[in-house]
């Protein structure tokens, strides 16, 4: 095999693995995005909608999820956060229509 057909194969296998690894790197973030959209939903609807407690409302998350994020609540509005509020999500409750996300 000629040396230029050697060293196309070896950048190509490089091309693979960076491509790769930028690909998974970033599917923790997506999961993060999902989980706290739903806390915040979820929070909003418990404590709005069906008029809990807000430690009530936690107990319905599975054990290990827990401690993973924070939710606050303010007025009719929820927050909920992971990672030290680097990925965050808010849910709003409005009398009409029930809770809805904003972002």
Not at 45 to 58: E, F, K, Y
């Amino acid at each position: 095999m000629s040396r230029k057909y050697w060293l196309l194969g070896v950048l190509a296998i490089l091309a693979l693995l960076v491509g790769g690894g930028a690909y998974a790197a970033r599917e923790p973030y997506a999961y993060a995005r999902v989980a706290t959209a739903y806390a915040a939903k979820q929070m909003c609807s418990c404590l709005h909608v069906s008029g809990r407690t807000a430690d009530s409302c936690m107990a319905e998350f599975p054990q290990a999820a827990r401690g993973q994020f924070s939710v606050t609540s303010t007025g009719n509005r929820v927050h909920a956060s992971v990672m030290f509020d680097a990925v965050s999500a808010d849910a709003v409750y409005e009398e009409e229509y029930g809770c809805r996300l904003l972002n």
